[in-house]
């Protein structure tokens, strides 16, 4: 389930354990706001849990109520993309290569995936410059 962040309401610490708590709602088409409780294990490519911010993009996979495992897929902005998100190792080329872009068509900054590059979110293909 893809979900948009519409507000952060607790990140966990000493007494509430390792968990990030958020008010969200699905993607794109809306829909009543959940709260949604997510360990800090279940971040895949997320740096810190505090960094999750509201307008980030989930993908969210779900093992009965609880969440399993939780992707950042986009963020509102290009600094808050790159302040949260854990990119992945980054093999050598001989040319250059889109990491990130605004989808036109989400209106997000999002992770470039695939060569060539499209939106983690939606498939569109990245911009050409």
């Not at 389930?1 to 990030?20: P, S």
């Not at 279940?42 to 992707?71: C, K, S, Y």
Request: charged residues 15%; neutral net charge; aromatic residues 6%.
């Amino acid at each position: 389930m893809r979900v948009v962040i519409r507000e952060v309401l607790n990140v966990g610490g000493f007494f509430a354990g390792e968990t990030v708590t958020l008010a969200a709602q699905r993607w794109p088409d809306g829909g009543p706001e959940q709260t949604v409780t997510i360990d800090d294990a279940a971040l895949t490519n997320v740096i810190a849990r505090h960094l999750l911010a509201p307008g980030m993009i989930l993908e969210l996979q779900f093992a009965g109520d609880r969440v399993e495992q939780a992707t950042l897929l986009g963020a509102p902005d290009y600094a808050a993309l790159r302040a949260a998100w854990r990119q992945p190792p980054i093999r050598p080329t001989p040319t250059p290569r889109v990491l990130s872009f605004r989808c036109p068509a989400c209106k997000v900054w999002v992770a470039a995936t695939g060569d060539p590059p499209v939106c983690a979110v939606c498939g569109a293909a990245a911009p050409q410059s």
